[in-house]
C-alpha cells in the first residue's frame, strides 16, 4: 500500500520500494523489520526500520533537497544541542524507481504532544528555550538560509490574502490587527543565527511531558531567531508562554514579530490543508484561535 498522496506530484512511495532500496544499497540492515510509520507530516514518507533506525524518503523534489543539507548539519549541532535530534546514519541514492537521495537515520523515542494535552507545560516551556537558545549559539559560519529567513514583511501580501480567503471561517479583522501588530515590530538587528523554523506538534517529541527530541529539519538554517518563538503557540497552551518568553530572551519586538510568524504559517497551513490534511488544519486552527484571544476567550475558527 502506497504512502498516501497528498498532491499528484509526489512520489509513489510504499514499504516494497523501501524494503528494495534497503536491502540493495544498505545490506547489512537487509531482513530488519519494516513498518510504516503513520503521521501527518507533509515532506516525507517515515518507515521505521527494526527497533532503532528509521527510513525517511522525500515525497516532493523539493524535500529531497534538503538531504544534503541535513546530512552536514545535523552530525554537528547534535554535539551541541541538549536535546536528541536525528542522527544520519547512512544517505541512500535514487534506485528502484525512486528519482532522490533519501536517509536512514537513529530511532528516537518519544510522542508528538497533543495542541492544548501537554502535562507538564512549565517543564516543556523551559525546556524549548533551552532548546532555540542553545540552537542559536552554534557557530553559523558556512550554514544555509532557513527556508524561513526573508524578513516578515515580505509575506504581507500572502498572508493577507490567506486572511481575506478565509474569513468564513476566522475573525478576518482580529488576525489583520496581529499580523499589522507584527509588520511593526522592529526587525532583527543581530547577525543572522541557526533556527529550526518550524516547532510545530509534528516536529518535537515528548516523554513524561518534557522534551525529549526534536526532529525534521528540513527549514533549518540561518534566520531570525523570533521565527522559533513560534513554539509559543504551537507547542504551548497560554499558561506556559511567560516561561518560555524568560527563558528564551524575546523582547517585545521578538515576540511579536514570532507571533506574526506563527499567524503567516498557520494561515498557510490552514488555506492549503483544510480538505487534504485534517491533522495539520486543525492544528492550524488551533494556533490561530490562541493567537487571536480576546478578553480571555479564543476567537472561534
Not at 534538503?66 to 536535546?83: G, I, M
Not at 522592529?186 to 518534557?210: C, E, M, T
Request: hydrophobic share 45%; proline share 7%; net charge negative.
Amino acid at each position: 500500500m502506497c504512502a498516501r498522496k497528498l498532491r499528484p506530484e509526489e512520489a509513489d512511495i510504499d514499504a516494497s520500494l523501501v524494503r528494495r532500496l534497503v536491502d540493495a544499497q544498505f545490506p547489512e540492515w537487509a531482513g530488519l523489520p519494516l513498518t510504516e510509520v503513520i503521521s501527518a507530516g507533509t515532506s516525507n514518507a517515515m518507515y521505521r526500520l527494526g527497533e532503532d533506525m528509521a527510513v525517511r524518503l522525500p515525497r516532493l523534489a523539493g524535500s529531497a533537497q534538503d538531504v544534503d543539507k541535513e546530512h552536514r548539519w545535523l552530525p554537528l549541532l547534535a554535539t551541541a544541542l541538549p536535546f536528541a535530534i536525528p542522527t544520519p546514519l547512512g544517505k541512500g541514492t535514487p534506485g528502484e524507481g525512486y528519482p532522490w537521495p533519501w536517509s536512514v537515520y537513529r530511532w528516537l523515542d518519544g510522542a508528538n504532544p497533543a495542541p492544548g494535552g501537554i502535562s507538564e507545560p512549565a517543564m516543556l516551556a523551559k525546556d524549548l528555550a533551552e532548546f532555540v537558545t542553545v540552537l542559536r549559539r552554534v557557530d553559523a559560519a558556512g550554514g544555509p538560509a532557513s527556508y524561513r529567513s526573508e524578513p516578515l514583511a515580505e509575506r504581507d501580501e500572502v498572508t493577507r490574502s490567506a486572511i481575506h480567503e478565509l474569513r468564513a471561517e476566522l475573525d478576518g479583522d482580529a488576525a489583520t490587527a496581529v499580523w499589522e501588530s507584527a509588520l511593526r515590530a522592529h526587525g532583527w538587528a543581530g547577525p543572522a543565527v541557526w533556527i529550526h523554523a518550524d516547532l510545530q506538534p509534528g516536529n518535537v517529541l515528548v516523554a513524561d511531558g518534557r522534551l525529549s527530541a526534536v526532529i525534521d529539519f528540513g527549514c533549518l538554517g540561518l534566520g531570525d531567531p523570533a521565527v522559533d518563538l513560534i513554539a509559543a503557540w504551537y507547542l504551548l497552551p497560554a499558561g506556559s508562554r511567560e516561561v518560555f518568553r524568560t527563558g528564551s530572551g524575546a523582547d517585545d519586538d521578538a515576540w511579536a514579530r514570532g507571533r506574526g510568524w506563527a499567524l503567516s504559517i498557520a494561515l498557510l497551513e490552514l488555506r492549503h490543508y483544510r480538505e487534504s490534511n485534517l491533522v495539520m488544519a486543525s492544528i492550524a486552527r488551533h494556533v490561530i484561535a490562541e493567537l487571536l484571544l480576546t478578553d480571555g476567550t479564543a476567537a472561534a475558527v
